[in-house]
């Protein structure tokens, strides 16, 4: 089934770093971009930054470069986001998407969400 | 990128069509017709309503309709039902090949 399966929960203390994985099941990952999208509690969504399954090319949000960090692994058909220097202003739920084939530029698949909880 | 501008709250009574607005700049709403729209419940992933401004994806229903003039794009509801009750957010793709959300729109079906 085509899916987006992502790791389970994390609780890190402050200052700490997280490495949040994704993985595209039953399509062919190099042909799609993925991107990353979070929500804090009781927030709406805000955009992290994506990669290009095939070359591995990336992009990211203002807000977060520098602290964030989008890699792949094409063997394994996984994404990886990494957030370095956490606060607990990163406590939210951190969702992998894919952008649909083409150039229509929206998310068709989204991972079920990565809770992520920040406290000391 | 600041957000997209959307309205916090929105409601209708069953039956009834509600429009919900979403504002940008020339360098995403107004620059590109790449505007999409999601449904989010409580507890779920986002879910697709409308791309690339006006297109419904297959399984869509076709009371979900979008628009857009100058920088502000639109999602319409006709047909209110109970089960439309939940978060709407619309999303733009950038100048700088990025994305913005708008800050999201709560639907009460009255």
């Known amino acids: 089934q085509v899916e987006l399966v992502q790791s389970g929960a994390e609780v890190k203390k402050p200052g700490a770093s997280v490495k949040v994985s994704c993985k595209a099941s039953?399509?062919?990952?190099?042909?799609?971009?993925i991107h990353w999208v979070r929500q804090a509690p009781g927030q709406g969504l805000e955009w992290m930054g994506w990669?290009?399954?095939?070359?591995?090319?990336?992009k990211y949000s203002e807000k977060f470069r520098g602290r964030v960090t989008v890699t792949r692994d094409t063997s394994a058909t996984i994404v990886f986001m990494e957030l370095s220097s956490l606060t607990s202003e990163d406590t939210a739920i951190y969702y992998c998407?894919?952008?649909?084939?083409?150039?229509?530029?929206?998310?068709?698949?989204w991972g079920r969400g990565t809770l992520l909880t920040v406290s000391s | 990128q600041s957000a997209l501008t959307q309205p916090a709250s929105v409601s209708g009574s069953p039956g009834q069509s509600i429009t919900i607005s979403c504002t940008g700049t020339?360098?995403?709403?107004?620059?590109?017709?790449?505007v999409s729209w999601y449904q989010q419940h409580p507890g779920k992933a986002p879910k697709v309503l409308i791309y690339?401004?006006?297109i419904r994806p297959s399984g869509v229903s076709n009371r979900f309709s979008g628009s857009k003039s100058g920088n502000t794009a639109s999602l319409t509801i006709s047909g209110l039902q109970a089960d439309d009750e939940a978060d709407y957010y619309c999303?733009?793709?950038?100048?700088?090949?990025?994305?913005?959300f708008g800050g999201g729109t709560k639907l009460t079906v009255l």
């Open positions: 998407a894919r952008d649909a084939v083409g150039a229509a530029k929206y998310f068709d698949l």
């Open positions: 039953a399509f062919a990952f190099t042909y799609f971009s």
């Open positions: 990669i290009n399954g095939g070359n591995g090319n990336t």
């Open positions: 020339s360098s995403d709403v107004g620059g590109y017709d790449y």
């Open positions: 690339e401004v006006t």
């Open positions: 999303c733009s793709y950038t100048s700088s090949s990025a994305r913005v």
